[in-house]
T-cell receptor
Framework: DTGVSQDPRHKITKRGQNVTFRCDPI?????LYWYRQTLGQGPEFLTY????????KSRLLSDRFSAERPKGSFSTLEIQRTEQGDSAMYLC???????????FGDGTRLSIL | AQSVTQPDIHITVSEGASLELRCNYS??????LFWYVQSPGQGLQLLLK??????LVQGIKGFEAEFKRSQSSFNLRKPSVHWSDAAEYFC?????????FGAGTRLTVKP
């Protein structure tokens, strides 16, 4: 069990640029979740996958946000045309199935200049 | 609407003192309940979970939590706090992949 891995740890970009984050879940975990965490708040659920199927995406913050998990292993979260308000920590978590606890990565901190 | 409330934004305790962090939830059914801890710049680490059964659950690092259905609460306790326990603590409730987190309680430990 090597844990959930996220890359990069930090991303600084100019407003209007596109960014992509990667998450590698624990290898035997079927479920993969993305969250956003702003300063002083708990994580806010964005979307999740069961294997390669994205089963919930209505809570993605806008149509500028999209996520993929093409082969049911790693996942990417993309934000297009970044805005100041996108500055946050983006957390990935995985679990064996929906009834098991989620294990979190260390997150990607996004800063928009 | 589903919600999780952690009434205490910040708590300070002396090392060796006991600790209780409060969590209340509002949910249509009895959800799964969790406590996570987060150190600065890190992800969340699971301390303990309640799914069903015994309402007093034991977790890692000497933490425990008690589920009280009548009060919709799931408070976290530790009998003797260590300096390394200083961190942010999050209560979370989940049912059918709808995981909701409280805003967190920041714990400061005085020497």
């Amino acid at each position: 069990d090597t844990g959930v891995s996220q890359d990069p740890r930090h991303k600084i970009t100019k407003r209007g640029q596109n960014v992509t984050f990667r998450c590698d879940p624990i290898s035997e975990h079927n479920r993969l979740y993305w969250y956003r965490q702003t300063l002083g708040q708990g994580p806010e659920f964005l979307t999740y996958f069961q294997n390669e199927a994205q089963l919930e995406k209505s809570r993605l913050l806008s149509d500028r946000f999209s996520a993929e998990r093409p082969k049911g292993s790693f996942s990417t979260l993309e934000i297009q045309r970044t805005e100041q308000g996108d500055s946050a920590m983006y957390l990935c978590a995985s679990s064996r199935d929906g009834d098991q606890p989620q294990h979190f990565g260390d997150g990607t901190r996004l800063s928009i200049l | 609407a589903q919600s999780v409330t952690q009434p205490d934004i910040h708590i300070t305790v002396s090392e060796g003192a006991s600790l209780e962090l409060r969590c209340n939830y509002s949910y249509g059914a009895t959800p799964y309940l969790f406590w996570y801890v987060q150190s600065p710049g890190q992800g969340l680490q699971l301390l303990l979970k309640y799914f069903s059964g015994d309402t007093l659950v034991q977790g890692i690092k000497g933490f425990e939590a008690e589920f009280k259905r009548s009060q919709s609460s799931f408070n976290l306790r530790k009998p003797s706090v260590h300096w390394s326990d200083a961190a942010e603590y999050f209560c979370a409730v989940g049912l059918n992949n709808d995981m909701r987190f409280g805003a967190g309680t920041r714990l400061t430990v005085k020497p």
